[in-house]
C-alpha cells in the first residue's frame, strides 16, 4: 500500500449549524437552520443534523424550511466566524500533508499516499485527525479514505456524522459497487432516472455498462459518467497554490423581494459587473464570453450568453453587454428574484490599451472607457487597502 495513491477525503460535520450549536450551548439537540431569519428570503446554507430529522436540507427557500420545521431555530450566517474557523481547520490538515486541498469551506482533500503501512495505520491517522479538530475546535468530521477523490468522498459520507470508513482497492466491489447510482457525484435526479430506464442502477452497473452506449445517450457526459463509477482520472491532489485557472468567473444576487423595478434591475446588473470585473482583474485573467442568468419569482429561470472577438474585463464593456443580453430574455413586468452575470473563456491576460481600443469601437456609448480605465484600477488598490465598501457607485447609493 506505500506507494499506491491514497486519497483522504475530510467533511466537516454540519459546518456553519456545529460552529453555532458549539458557541451557544442552549442549541446543542435543537433543530438549528443557517440562511436567514424566518420569514426572510433566501435559501438553507446548511443545518444540524436534528432540523435534518424533519426533512430539512441544504438549497431549500427558507419558507419552505420553517414548513417542515416549525420549531426551526433561524439564524444569519456569520461569514467571518466559518472562515476564521476553516482556516484553522486547514491549519490542522496540514500536519498531517504536505497536500492539503479545501474544495469549500468545508471540504478538503488529503493526499496521504506513503504515510500509512497498511488499514490499520490509515484508520490511526483518521482518529488522531479526528481528535485533534475535537480537541482545539471542539467540531467533528466525517473522513473517508480510498484511492482516489471520489471514493473517498463516497466514504466519507457513508458513516456520517463523526464516522471514518476506509475503502482498500479490495473493498471496491463490495462497499462502493453496490451502492445505488444516487450516491455518485455528478448523478443528479434527471441523470439518475435515464440511468436507471438504461437498468442501471448501481455505480457497479455503471462501471460496466458500455462507454459507446452512455457516449450515444448523453454525449461527451457518457464517458465521464463512465470514468465517474470508475474513480478514474481523480487521484490528484493539489495543494493550496497550486489550483488550476478557475474557467469562469461570476457572481449572482438573490433579491430581499421580487422586483420588476428596471431603475433596481439595471443598479444590480451594474453592480454585478463591477464585483465580475475586480474579480477578474485580482486573478489577472479576461474573457471572451458573457452570460446572463435570470430567475422569476416562481423559480423558472432563463439565460443567454455571447462570445466576442476580444478579452473582456472592463467593469463598464461587462455592463454593456449584461444589459444587452438581459434585455433579449427578460419579459417585461415580470417580476424577478435572481439575476447573475458569468464571463468565462478565461486566459490570462494583461488588459492592454489594443482591447480597449477593440471595445471603444464597438460599443457606443462607451467612448470614454480608456479614460475609465485608470480609475477602475484606482478603485482597486483603494478597495485592496481600505476594504469593497470604501467607494460605491453613487447609482446606487439608495438601492443597495
Known amino acids: 500500500m506505500n506507494n499506491k495513491k491514497r486519497i483522504m477525503h475530510v467533511d466537516m460535520d454540519a459546518f456553519f ?135 473517498a468522498k463516497i466514504a466519507a459520507n457513508m458513516e456520517k456524522p463523526d464516522g471514518l470508513t476506509i475503502i482498500g482497492e479490495d473493498a471496491v466491489k463490495l462497499k462502493i459497487y453496490t451502492l445505488p447510482i444516487s450516491e455518485l457525484v455528478g448523478v443528479g435526479e434527471k441523470t439518475e432516472k435515464i440511468l436507471r430506464n438504461m437498468g442501471i442502477k448501481t455505480i457497479g452497473d455503471l462501471a460496466v455498462y458500455p462507454q459507446n452506449e452512455l457516449k450515444r445517450v448523453f454525449g461527451a457526459n457518457g464517458e465521464a459518467l463512465s470514468k465517474i463509477a470508475k474513480g478514474e482520472g481523480s487521484d490528484r491532489v493539489l495543494s493550496i497554490g497550486e489550483k488550476e485557472d478557475a474557467k469562469s468567473i461570476g457572481n449572482e444576487h438573490t433579491l430581499d423581494r421580487d422586483t420588476s423595478n428596471e431603475n433596481i434591475i439595471n443598479m444590480l446588473l451594474l453592480r454585478l459587473s463591477g464585483k465580475v470585473g475586480r474579480r477578474l482583474r485580482e486573478s489577472g485573467v479576461a474573457g471572451r464570453t458573457v452570460a446572463v442568468k435570470l430567475r422569476y419569482g416562481d423559480f423558472s429561470t432563463f439565460s443567454k450568453r455571447k462570445t466576442y472577438p476580444f478579452f473582456i474585463w472592463n467593469d463598464n464593456v461587462i455592463y454593456s453587454i449584461s444589459k444587452e443580453l438581459f434585455y433579449t430574455i427578460y419579459k417585461r413586468f415580470n417580476k424577478i428574484r435572481l439575476i447573475g452575470i458569468t464571463v468565462s473563456g478565461l486566459s490570462k491576460h494583461c488588459h492592454n490599451d489594443n482591447d480597449s481600443e477593440i471595445q471603444t469601437e464597438l460599443f457606443t456609448g462607451l467612448q470614454k472607457i480608456q479614460k475609465s480605465e485608470k480609475l477602475i484600477k484606482t478603485i482597486d488598490i483603494l478597495k485592496d487597502v481600505y476594504g469593497e465598501k470604501v467607494v460605491k457607485r453613487a447609482a446606487y447609493l439608495n438601492v443597495f
Open 17 to 151: 449549524a456545529s460552529i453555532e450549536q458549539r458557541d451557544q450551548p442552549i442549541l446543542k439537540g435543537k433543530p438549528v437552520i443557517i440562511g436567514g431569519a424566518r420569514g426572510g428570503r433566501g435559501v438553507v446554507s446548511t443545518c444540524s443534523y436534528e432540523a435534518r430529522n424533519y426533512g430539512v436540507k441544504s438549497a431549500m427557500p427558507i419558507a419552505l424550511a420553517v414548513k417542515k420545521c416549525p420549531r426551526g431555530i433561524f439564524i444569519r450566517p456569520n461569514g467571518e466566524k466559518y472562515v476564521y474557523t476553516s482556516i484553522k481547520v486547514i491549519e490542522i490538515l496540514q500536519g498531517y500533508s504536505s497536500k492539503v486541498e479545501p474544495i469549500s469551506i468545508d471540504e478538503a482533500y488529503l493526499d496521504i499516499t506513503g504515510t500509512a503501512k497498511d488499514p490499520d495505520g490509515e484508520r490511526e491517522i483518521g482518529n488522531s485527525l479526528k481528535r485533534e479538530i475535537k480537541k482545539k475546535l471542539g467540531l467533528t468530521c466525517s473522513v473517508g479514505i480510498a484511492s482516489n477523490r471520489i471514493f
